[in-house]
């Protein structure tokens, strides 16, 4: 089991970019969940998706940030246009079908927005 | 809106004694809550669990307590070891969304 993988895990960019985030859930998860690591807020849940299907996008801070899920094995977070504020370390995780199961992680993306 | 929340950012603690992390919720319908450990670039691991049901559960040297009337729960960790050094987050759910708080940075020294 390779575990949730996430790319790049840097990214350096500068303000006005466009920066999209990858994960790619463990397989078989139907439950994808984007969290954002900040000192001041821990770990803040962004969006999730259940069977693919966007199920509660109200921790997105602005629509700046954009989410999608094609396919059961593919994720991306999209930020556009980048601004400083936004640099975090951003996460991926997926859980199982069983109701309360934890998530599993991936090691996450930090993203620097200068 | 915090609603789960950590209060000590972090917290220094002698090998073999007991670590004691606290967290407290304002929601009363979260009915499970959980515990995960960070260690740096890496991501966050499960460690225990507990549903609302239960005020305790153990799991080795780690055991959480929670307090409904209170909205409070707590991990024990006994004793404790230099590997234990990391971030622990409390996290709570109600359904399928698990909420984190802010994470308290556990050190054990020698």
């Known amino acids: 089991d390779a575990g949730v993988i996430q790319s790049p895990r840097h990214e350096v960019t500068e303000m006005g970019q466009e920066v999209t985030l990858r994960c790619k859930p463990i397989s078989g998860h139907n439950s994808l969940f984007w969290y954002r690591q900040t000192m001041m807020r821990g770990l803040e849940l962004l969006i999730y998706f259940n069977n693919n299907v966007p199920i509660d996008d109200s921790g997105m801070p602005e629509d700046r940030f954009s989410a999608k899920m094609p396919n059961a094995s593919f994720s991306t977070l999209k930020i556009q246009p980048s601004e400083p504020r936004d640099s975090a370390v951003y996460f991926c995780?997926?859980?199982?079908?069983?109701?309360?199961?934890?998530?599993?992680f991936g090691n996450g993306t930090r993203l620097t927005v200068t | 809106d915090q609603q789960v929340k950590q209060n000590s950012p972090s917290l220094s603690v002698q090998e073999g004694r007991i670590s004691i992390l606290n967290c407290d919720y304002t929601?009363?319908?979260?009915?499970?809550f959980l515990w995960y450990k960070k260690y740096p670039a890496e991501g966050p691991t499960f460690l225990i669990s507990?549903?609302?049901?239960?005020d305790k559960n153990e799991d080795g040297r780690f055991t959480v307590f929670l307090n409904k009337s209170a909205k409070h729960l707590s991990l024990h960790i006994v004793p404790s070891q230099p590997g234990d050094s990391a971030v622990y987050f409390c996290a709570a759910s109600s359904t399928d969304k698990l909420i984190f708080g802010t994470g308290t940075r556990l050190q054990v020294f020698p």
């Open positions: 929601n009363s319908m979260f009915d499970y």
């Open positions: 995780a997926s859980r199982g079908m069983v109701y309360n199961s934890p998530l599993h």
């Open positions: 507990i549903s609302s049901i239960k």
